[in-house]
């Protein structure tokens, strides 16, 4: 099986390669790369993000080609597909971090900032926080319920489907932490980053 | 929940921990990867590495350190000292580091802080504030302590929140090394001021110690000595904050 990391310029990725590599060993090849054929032949792809939501779009805009081809893969060819952090939130149709910035709309809702009621909680929601899962999600296969995830972000993924969610974690309010919608899923959390439960989480997408 | 972090210091110098934990079953008790692996295995949030290499020719081992542990640690990894430029912080990244902390730097050149949290993301940004009491207030230091800068740490704080930091990793200078305990004042003031999250260091000896850095409105707690001399293993801090209704994860 061969499964793509995209590598578009969206900041650090190389916790998420250690962690994919760590997992696959040598069951699974995994490829880093924005060049569109390797990521059409393959099997799976990971989306990573970090930064701005606008940083991330404009870096995905930036690779000719490179927005079709994910649509393609996710959309019209129904492939899985892994998003993380900002990852995660492009999925939307819109995001309002710096600007007003349009999303893929693979999932159709918005991105805002995550309240942080007059000062009363610190942005960006930073540490480990336990989610809430909500349905029977396939990258939850073996993760108990309450399970600690690393989290990093100030934004939220607000979906206009209340159906996609799969978990939420609590943090001034019940933030969507995880979607899955068919053949896509995103965790807001970094599953990288989550120590043994966290590289169960990526496991679980390898063996999808 | 959001829970209180627990974040093990070591210090590493040439690539070798310096003050490393004393365990008989390690193979190589100078390798930071291996102490960094017991830390996270033992349950700690976050690994910080603090490079204090001191000769130039010597820096480049701080890489390879960072590299080698992010392929064996699966929980978020600082490394700060010595960071200087976009390019400093752009090199550690790329070697697996998730966050990197500036000291001297962001204070001799705020647009550091700003340049480097919008390309990378504030949440990778870290500023160390090492600050001393100095009458009615707080100022801070540069160069590991040796600077004096005559700048008002709660004004810099500030500064450095709007500059893009993501977090504010507060020394006191006052308390560091004695054991006696956080700056508690200190860390009241400063995170009490700004709404980016505050990790206390400098001062631990006790585990109520690090109660008391939670109490001041610290969103983690840093500890170098306690664990490095193995007086307490992570697990136990945790479980004593646990025993004092202190939100940890275990």
Request: overall charge negative.
């Amino acid at each position: 099986m061969n499964v793509t990391i995209v590598d578009y310029n969206s900041g650090n990725i190389s916790s998420v390669i250690n962690s994919f590599k760590e997992v696959a060993k040598d069951k699974v090849n995994i490829e880093v790369t924005s060049d569109l054929k390797k990521i059409k032949s393959s099997d799976k792809v990971v989306l990573p993000g970090q930064g701005s939501f606008k940083s991330c779009v404009d870096a995905l805009n930036n690779i000719s080609g490179l927005v079709d081809t994910l649509t393609e893969f996710a959309i019209a060819n129904k492939k899985p597909l892994l998003g993380i952090c900002v990852g995660l939130q492009m999925f939307a149709d819109i995001g309002y971090e710096e600007t007003e910035t349009k999303g893929l709309g693979w999932v159709s809702g918005k991105v805002s900032k995550i309240d942080n009621q007059n000062g009363k909680y610190k942005l960006p929601h930073i540490g480990w926080n336990q989610i809430n899962i909500v349905k029977d999600g396939k990258i939850f296969k073996d993760i108990e319920n309450n399970s600690h995830m690393y989290f990093v972000h100030s934004y939220e993924f607000v979906p206009k489907d209340r159906n996609v969610i799969s978990a939420t974690t609590n943090y001034s309010s019940n933030i969507v932490c995880s979607v899955e919608k068919e053949n896509i899923f995103g965790t807001q959390f970094h599953p990288e980053k989550s120590d043994k439960i966290g590289l169960k989480i990526i496991d679980n997408f390898l063996n999808l | 929940m959001l829970k209180n972090r627990i974040i093990p210091c070591l210090d590493v110098k040439n690539g070798r921990v310096v003050k490393g934990i004393n365990f008989v079953d390690l193979k190589d008790a100078g390798d930071p990867v291996e102490q960094a692996k017991i830390y996270s295995d033992g349950g700690a949030d976050e690994i910080c590495f603090l490079d204090i290499t001191a000769s130039n020719e010597n820096r480049d081992t701080i890489y390879d350190v960072v590299e080698r542990t992010s392929k064996n640690c699966f929980v978020p990894l600082t490394v700060g000292g010595g960071v200087r430029s976009v390019e400093d912080i752009n090199k550690l990244l790329n070697c697996g580091a998730d966050k990197v902390s500036i000291n001297t730097a962001a204070v001799q050149n705020s647009e550091v802080v700003v340049e480097s949290s919008k390309k990378f993301g504030s949440q990778c940004i870290v500023v160390a504030i090492d600050a001393k009491k100095n009458g009615e207030n707080w100022e801070i230091f540069t160069h590991g302590g040796r600077n004096s800068t005559g700048i008002n740490a709660i004004e810099f704080a500030l500064k450095m929140e709007n500059c893009g930091a993501g977090e504010l990793l507060v020394t006191s200078m006052d308390k560091d090394g004695t054991q006696s305990g956080y700056d508690i004042e200190l860390m009241k003031i400063i995170s009490s001021n700004v709404n980016i999250p505050v990790i206390a260091s400098g001062g631990v000896g006790t585990l109520d110690h690090l109660a008391e850095g939670i109490k001041s409105g610290a969103s983690a707690v840093l500890a170098a000595s306690i664990f490095h001399y193995g007086t307490y293993s992570v697990k136990e801090a945790k479980q004593y904050l646990a025993s004092k209704d202190i939100p940890v994860r275990i």
